[in-house]
């Protein structure tokens, strides 16, 4: 059993900048890929980033890439996903997921109770 917890979330101006972190605790937590998902109200929960457990591999979301940076410290068993350059439309609730897989996958073994990110334009 894996724990996620998420911290970070808040209200930021357009352009701004936020550091989610998500930290996780339970049995061989550092050994899993790690990742990113959100979601805005009435929308379904979409990909955001994702790393592998030893950190070598990065995945994005074309609407974030180039603004949002995923990174891992597994001595930490963190993820944090910094996100620069913020728009209206990043505003949702995140949710850290972790995953057992190579990759995070749509269906990911563990998720978080989620951290609200609100942009005002």
Same mark, same amino acid.
């Given at each position: ?6 911290? *970070? =979330? %808040? ?5 701004? @900048?936020? $550091?989610?972190?998500?930290?996780? #605790?339970?049995? &061989? /937590? ?23 457990? *030893? =950190? %070598? ?5 074309? @609407?974030? $890439?180039?603004?949002?940076?995923? #990174?891992?410290? &597994? /001595? ?46």
């Amino acid at each position: 059993q894996v724990q996620l917890e998420e911290s *970070g =979330g %808040g209200l930021v101006q357009a352009g701004g @900048s936020l $550091r989610l972190s998500c930290t996780a #605790s339970g049995r &061989n /937590a550092n050994t899993y890929a790690m990742g990113w998902f959100r979601q805005a109200p009435g929308k379904e929960r979409e990909f955001v980033s994702a790393i592998t457990f *030893g =950190g %070598g591999v990065t995945r994005y979301a074309d @609407s974030v $890439r180039g603004r949002f940076f995923i #990174s891992r410290d &597994n /001595a930490r068993n963190t993820v944090y996903l910094q996100m620069n350059s913020l728009k209206p439309e990043d505003t949702a609730g995140y949710y850290c997921a972790a995953d057992s897989k190579m990759t995070v996958t749509n269906n990911p073994d563990y998720w978080g109770q989620g951290t609200q990110v609100t942009v005002s334009s």
